[in-house]
């Protein structure tokens, strides 16, 4: 399945509200927020959900099919680091789509954005995502100790992360594999 990345539409935030709030969707590693679908409105409103802090898309394929949504924000004050997150809906799961979706959302914040280093976190024990990690270029930096709670549970989480002139050498790798 071909799919790509899309800014969100008024249309789509309900789901968006969808995906941020429902434990259902969200699986055993994502945290569930408290928004109700006027607090992502007026969100919308204010800034298409496309920064200065923190950025959302709407991952859909390309027979306009909502897949999932994908967001990132800036993670430190010092420094010009990016954190992403993603939910890929419960009905695409397990079909081969999230090593493509994780691409998609690098490839976007790498082409948009300044920044020289972009980092995810991931519970420790969420093996497929750093298996996916490793097969984007994404280094795994070790354990956070009790670094996030999802259901009143205090998680550890692995830290990863990937640096533009990696990233570059990757797309450069891809291209020159594409020609052959």
């Known amino acids: 399945m071909q799919a790509h990345l899309r ?3 008024r249309e789509d935030l309900s789901d968006l509200l969808r995906w941020t709030t429902d434990l259902d969707q969200l699986g055993q590693y994502v945290q569930a927020e408290d928004h109700k679908l006027i607090d992502w ?3 919308f409103d204010q800034t298409s959900l496309l920064g200065p802090e923190e950025w ?6 390309d027979e306009g099919e909502k897949l999932g949504y994908a967001h990132f924000w800036k993670c430190d004050r010092y420094e010009d ?13 397990n079909k081969g ?10 490839d976007l914040i790498f082409e948009s954005q300044s920044c ?26 070790g354990i956070l100790r009790s670094f996030m709670t999802v259901r009143e549970l205090r998680l550890d989480c692995a830290i990863g992360s990937i640096l533009r002139h990696e990233w570059q ?12």
Do not use: C, M, P
């Open 7 to 9: 800014k969100f539409e």
């Open 41 to 43: 409105q007026e969100r």
């Open 56 to 61: 959302f898309y709407l991952y859909e394929s």
């Open 81 to 93: 680091h990016l954190e992403f997150g993603r939910v890929l809906d419960k009905e695409y799961r």
């Open 97 to 106: 789509l999230g090593l493509a979706f994780l691409k998609k959302i690098l």
């Open 116 to 141: 020289f280093r972009v980092q995810a976190i991931t519970a420790a024990d969420n093996k497929i995502v750093q298996k996916q990690w490793q097969q984007a270029g994404i280094t795994n930096e």
């Open 169 to 180: 050498e990757q797309k450069a790798q891809e291209q020159k594999a594409k020609a052959n």
